[in-house]
């Protein structure tokens, strides 16, 4: 006989926000109802809120995934080898491709992707200081390597990715896709930026 194993609340919960992501991606996340979501799964909309108080909310969930699969793909970058330089840019050419591929070139994503910037500014202002965190030990292994001069990798790290915020923000990533050669702006871009820190004259790939 089979037994029906029950589904915790957090399967639930994950099960719904997948779901919706799915909607929201089909239908756009404007067209999309938590009764169409409800639907979908086979539950009554009453359910759905009984684990998400709104619409609003299954976007934060989705936005708290998202920004941990980028940052996994970044660490993942910036621990493959090759040069400090060669580190840095593979961590924002990550960010970058991330946004094109996951979000900005499914066009109905983009009104989710706004509600999740404009609802989530904490969860994205500390995922901003995590990335910052990766990019300061690359820059202090660049140091102690005599890549770079001493400096203070923390505020450098900053630095860097207020110059590069077109190519890691997905709004400005989204209004220039198809305007130019973004991977190379981004290679040309930080290495003109690292060339203030380093000790002497070395090219990016």
């Not at 919706?20 to 169409?36: H, I, Y």
């Not at 009453?46 to 941990?68: E, G, M, Q, W």
Request: contains cysteine; proline residues 2%.
């Amino acid at each position: 006989m089979n037994i029906r194993v029950k589904e915790t609340a957090d399967e639930t919960r994950e099960r719904i926000a997948r779901t919706a992501e799915e909607l929201f991606r089909r239908m756009g996340f404007a067209k999309t109802a938590v009764a169409d979501i409800a639907a979908e799964l086979g539950m009554s909309a009453a359910n759905v809120y009984r684990f998400f108080p709104s619409k609003t909310a299954i976007v934060a969930t989705i936005c708290s995934r998202c920004l941990i699969e980028s940052e996994a793909e970044v660490a993942a970058a910036v621990a493959d080898g090759g040069s400090p330089q060669e580190r840095i840019l593979a961590a924002y050419l990550s960010i970058m491709r991330y946004h094109k591929e996951n979000f900005l070139e499914e066009r109905r994503v983009h009104d989710m992707v706004l509600v999740a910037i404009e609802n989530n500014w904490e969860a994205i202002e500390a995922h901003k200081a995590r990335l910052c965190d990766l990019t300061a030990r690359v820059l202090a292994d660049g140091i102690a390597q005599g890549v770079f001069v001493a400096h203070d990798p923390g505020k450098v790290s900053r630095h860097i990715q207020s110059a590069l915020i077109r190519f890691c923000h997905p709004v400005l990533v989204a209004q220039n896709i198809g305007d130019e050669d973004q991977e190379g702006a981004l290679s040309d871009s930080l290495r003109f930026i690292l060339r203030s820190i380093e000790v002497e004259r070395s090219s990016l790939p």
